[in-house]
């Protein structure tokens, strides 16, 4: 009787497996190798077994006994901090795990708990990198590879969605940092190839398309499209137009057709003499350039028939351009002045004159659509006439009348002519 009188009565908590979240509060000696004080270890079981209880005030009574009587067993402490954060006491929780890491720098069940403190507070790229340098740790604890795949699957997703709304220059790099922690992304390879595409960084691009070469992703459309804007990109405009025919033939669509016509385009510029591309990158042309951007953007002038011998113009020689601006004086786009003889082939082209000019050509080479414009003798207002008749933007309607044209803007509008020519 005396025997059990005398013995302690209270019983130890059962010992509960965790669960939910709670189970990524290891356990607090996980990575203490510092002994306890006697009887602190039986007495740190009880109250450890009292939190997987859900006993919050029972872990925390034991705790601090064992405080009292063990100040150096840091992982009461670090105890003290999983029962703070089941409570959302975070803030507390997080001074509680850098007081345990300034005498334990690595301690790992402290680093775990730095860890979901972030996680909790939504911090999510501090989370990951503390559960990555775990992991590369010798016999890190149980739990750091799941929880290392749910924040890369996390951290990825919010790098990701925030690259697709970003500037250029921030969702490269904000794309470059998913791939390192999923590199096997396709999504996040093209969007990254397709924003150094946007800034004409065709070698970069093209670096982060090449490991898709031998995956089931590489046929995927938007995949062959970056490595066709890549080619063209590179000059490569044959290669690109092939993909681009592949691409249109296996999913028909507008815009693949509208940028195949574009890219044959930029090809058969590609292989014109240097004196179209020196016109058609002009920031300001002149007559010379006028006429040598016409004679090759438009077959009716380059093969046209049957023309009568030009005036002779005495200010053409060295100038180049020459034979196209014979050509263009052959087919009445250019007079020659009767007094002088001269042509003017270096005078600019401003929009008020590429109006005029594309207008007389619509004329001279008996595009259709002009046959119903009613004779205008005011050579401004006839050009705006045939313009519209033909459904060609008046060059100078939305810009000063004498502001130069660009070798890009003079092409722009002979491409409108030869198509309302081929009516």
């Known amino acids: 009787m005396l025997s059990t009188a005398c013995a302690n009565t209270s019983t130890p908590p059962p010992v509960a497996a965790p669960t939910g979240e709670d189970r990524f509060l290891i356990d607090p000696r996980t990575g203490f190798a510092q002994p306890p004080a006697p009887g602190v270890e039986r007495k740190f079981t009880n109250a450890w077994n009292a939190f997987l209880a859900g006993d919050n005030a029972e872990a925390h009574r034991l705790l601090a006994d064992i405080e009292t009587q063990d100040p150096e ?35 790992s069940a402290a680093r775990v708990y730095e860890a979901e403190i972030a996680m909790a507070q939504h911090q999510t790229r501090a989370a990951y990198e503390i559960y990555h340098a775990l992991s590369l740790t010798p016999n ?30 921030e969702a490269i790099r904000l794309l470059h940092e998913a791939l390192l922690i999923n590199p096997g992304s396709t999504s996040a390879r093209v969007l990254l190839a397709q924003k150094l595409i946007a800034r004409r960084e065709f070698t970069e691009a093209r670096a982060e398309l090449d490991p898709l070469g031998n995956s089931a992703d590489f046929d995927r459309p938007e995949v062959q499209e970056a490595l066709a804007e890549v080619e063209a990109g590179q000059g490569q405009f044959q290669e690109a137009i092939t993909r681009y025919e592949r691409l249109q033939r296996g999913n028909p669509n507008p815009r693949y057709a509208q940028r195949l ?3 044959k385009q930029q090809w058969n510029e590609a292989n014109m003499p ?65 007094v002088t003889r001269r042509v003017s082939p270096l005078r600019p082209v401003t929009a008020a004159a590429l109006s005029r000019l594309a207008a007389r050509l619509l004329t001279i080479r008996g595009a259709s659509c002009t046959r119903d414009v009613p004779y205008e003798r005011d050579e401004a207002l006839r050009a705006e006439k045939v313009l519209a008749a033909c459904g ?32």
């Open 274 to 338: 240097p004196e179209y591309q020196r016109a058609v990158e002009s920031p300001a042309i002149d007559r010379a350039d006028f006429a040598v951007l016409t004679y090759w953007k438009l077959n009716s002038v380059r093969f046209a028939q049957n023309l009568g011998a030009p005036p002779i113009a005495i200010d053409i020689e060295g100038v180049p351009g020459r034979e196209e601006i014979i050509r263009a004086i052959a087919i009445g786009l250019y007079d020659v002045d009767p």
């Open 140 to 169: 890190p604890p149980s739990t750091v590879a799941e929880r290392l795949a749910t924040l890369q699957t996390r951290e990825f997703e919010e790098l990701f969605t925030s690259a697709q709304s970003a500037p250029d220059e």
């Open 392 to 423: 060609i933007s008046d060059p100078s309607a939305s810009v000063p009348s004498d502001e130069p044209v660009t070798g890009r803007a003079a092409a722009a509008v002979l491409d409108a002519v030869d198509k309302a020519l081929a009516h």
């Open 261 to 263: 016509e574009q890219i």
């Open 73 to 107: 067993y840091l992982p009461a402490t670090l105890a003290d901090a999983a029962v703070q954060i089941r409570e959302g006491s975070l803030d507390a929780a997080r001074a509680t795990v850098q007081h345990v890491e300034k005498k334990a720098p690595d301690y």
